[in-house]
Every structure is written in C-alpha cells, then in structure tokens.
C-alpha cells in the first residue's frame, strides 16, 4: 500500500477531521473543543501517514520547556502514537518514528515518551530505555482557605489561569513551562479541576477520590508553605499526591510512581529522572 506522510495536520481541515477521528476511535480523546477554542499551537505537531486523504497513523511531536533545578532544559515528548486497526502490522509506527527521530536528532537535550505495558518491547528498538519516577504523598487535613472552582472555559477564568501558569510552581523542582496550550487541553479533559484563591492569586489543578487529593500542580505565588496550600483546599480528604517533584522533600512519603505508562527516555540525552527522585508533572503528558 501507498501512504503520504505529512509532518502537521492543524491547517488542513481535512487531515485535521481524520486525525480527529482516529484519536476519537483509538484513545477516546476529542480535540475538537481544543482546537476550536484556539489551544493548538506549535507545540504539538502530528506526523501522520495517510490514505486516499484518510489519517491512519499518528506519532506527535512535542517540544517541551522544563525548568529543573533552577536551569532551562529543552526536551522532546513523543506521544499520540496510534494506528488505525485495520492498518496494523504493516510498519507505520516504526516508519513515524523513525522520521521523528531523524528530524528532531540534536535539537533538544533529550528524547522521552510514555508506553503502556502492551508495547514496552517496542521502543527498546529505537534505543529508548525504561525509567523510573517517583510519587511523593503527605497526610493532609482541612485548613483555611478561599479556594473556589474556576471556570477555565470562560474568558475570566482563562485570564486568571494564563495569568498564574505564568508564574509557573513555585513549589516544584521540575516544572513544564510556556505551554499554556497542554494545560487547556487538561482542563477540558477534566473538568472541575482547576481552584482559584483570590487571596494567594493561586491557581491549583486537582482532583478528589475518596481520602485522597491529587494534586497535578500549582500556579501563583502564595507566600504560603505547600502544605498549608493544600490544607486550603482540603475537604474531607485525609492524603495528599502530588503530579509533580516538590523542590523540599520535607515530610513527603517517596514511593515507586505507578501506574498505566511507563517513561522511556532515548539512550544518548539527558534523562532528568536519573540520579534524581522526579516525575514528569502529571500534567505534562501529551
């Protein structure tokens, strides 16, 4: 079979709509809302081989800013791998990466992406190599504070948010930074999840689940101790995670990070997690 590879779909709304519709049919994702709303920029770039105009398969490209340990470091996420069902079996995955990889050679410090169990023996052929990540926990009780929901699909509430992200996590040891975009593309994914307090200027994205509060990240400058940051935002919840590495470990409990995907990072770059207690940010994951 023939297929035509094209580096981008964003402006070709063809290709767009099938990109779409194969993310829709293999992940269960919707870009659309994103993508209307004017979320997609250069930071996410879909190489895809297609059809007769039909996208059949996708690995994206994403350029990320990371600031670690105080130093700016560049890096490279791949993600979005996917493949029509009935074009399976035929190289495609292979044939993407292995353009991205030639394209991206020596423009970032390194290379890294997120594989869940069914394909880990897959990577490990374009010389990229298992790492590990860490969860921090720390009990948490209710505390003062002002936190309300945040209604992140308004024109308010996106200013509040753009304005904070900004600032980016004053808490955080390896943070994502000027990618606003991915931080949408979460929120429409889970809403309900973003809490602004108006005496800190502080936004934090979390989530609730029985005793615990998830807490993916944090925006603003409190002039609190994170602690009290979250005991702000507690309800009832006993625990707290957090979807980032705290820049103070403090009294965090540090345990193997698990869960569905496993990082891989390409041999030859940087692997910030090596040699370090990190996570990529939970929110971070494209």
Same mark, same amino acid.
């Given at each position: 079979?023939?297929?035509?590879?094209?580096?981008?779909?964003?402006?070709?709304?063809?290709?767009?709509?099938?990109?779409? &519709?194969?993310?829709?049919?293999?992940?269960?994702?919707?870009?659309?809302?994103?993508?209307?709303?004017?979320?997609?920029?250069?930071?996410?770039?879909?190489?895809?081989?297609?059809?007769?105009?039909?996208?059949?398969?996708?690995?994206?490209?994403?350029?990320?800013?990371?600031?670690?340990?105080?130093?700016?470091?560049?890096?490279?996420?791949?993600?979005?791998?996917?493949? &029509?069902?009935?074009?399976?079996?035929?190289?495609?995955?292979?044939?993407?990466?292995?353009?991205?990889?030639?394209?991206?050679?020596?423009?970032?410090?390194?290379?890294?992406?997120?594989?869940?169990?069914?394909?880990?023996?897959?990577?490990?052929?374009?010389?990229?190599?298992?790492?590990?990540?860490?969860?921090?926990?720390?009990?948490?009780?209710?505390?003062?504070?002002?936190?309300?929901?945040? &209604?992140?699909?308004?024109?308010?509430?996106?200013?509040?948010?753009?304005?904070?992200?900004?600032?980016?996590?004053?808490?955080?040891?390896?943070?994502?930074?000027?990618?606003?975009?991915?931080?949408?593309?979460?929120?429409?994914?889970?809403?309900?999840?973003?809490?602004?307090?108006?005496?800190?200027?502080?936004?934090?994205?979390?989530?609730?689940?029985?005793?615990? %509060?998830?807490?993916?990240?944090?925006?603003?400058?409190?002039?609190?101790?994170?602690?009290?940051?979250?005991?702000?935002?507690?309800?009832?919840?006993?625990?707290?995670? %957090?979807?980032?590495?705290?820049?103070?470990?403090?009294?965090?409990?540090?345990?193997?990070?698990?869960?569905? &995907?496993?990082?891989?990072?390409?041999?030859?770059?940087?692997?910030?997690?090596?040699?370090?207690? %990190?996570?990529?940010?939970?929110?971070?994951?494209?």
């Amino acid at each position: 079979m023939t297929f035509t590879l094209y580096k981008q779909v964003r402006e070709d709304d063809a290709l767009r709509e099938s990109f779409m &519709d194969l993310a829709r049919r293999v992940f269960g994702l919707s870009f659309a809302d994103w993508y209307a709303a004017g979320w997609w920029g250069d930071r996410y770039i879909p190489y895809v081989l297609a059809q007769g105009g039909r996208v059949v398969s996708c690995a994206a490209v994403n350029p990320m800013d990371f600031r670690l340990e105080g130093r700016r470091r560049r890096y490279i996420q791949i993600g979005t791998v996917m493949t &029509d069902p009935g074009f399976r079996g035929q190289g495609l995955a292979r044939r993407l990466l292995e353009e991205i990889l030639a394209d991206w050679q020596g423009k970032a410090d390194g290379v890294y992406l997120f594989a869940n169990d069914t394909v880990l023996n897959f990577y490990s052929r374009f010389g990229f190599r298992q790492a590990a990540e860490v969860q921090y926990t720390l009990p948490v009780s209710p505390g003062p504070g002002d936190f309300v929901l945040l &209604d992140t699909g308004s024109p308010a509430g996106q200013e509040i948010l753009r304005r904070c992200y900004a600032k980016s996590n004053p808490f955080s040891s390896f943070s994502m930074e000027d990618n606003l975009g991915l931080i949408m593309f979460w929120c429409g994914c889970l809403p309900g999840c973003a809490y602004y307090s108006p005496s800190m200027d502080t936004v934090v994205l979390a989530e609730r689940e029985g005793d615990t %509060l998830f807490c993916h990240d944090i925006f603003g400058h409190p002039g609190r101790p994170l602690g009290e940051v979250l005991a702000g935002l507690c309800r009832q919840e006993s625990r707290a995670e %957090l979807g980032f590495a705290p820049a103070e470990a403090g009294d965090w409990a540090v345990t193997p990070l698990a869960g569905e &995907d496993t990082l891989f990072v390409l041999a030859g770059g940087e692997n910030p997690c090596a040699g370090r207690r %990190l996570r990529f940010p939970s929110l971070s994951h494209a």
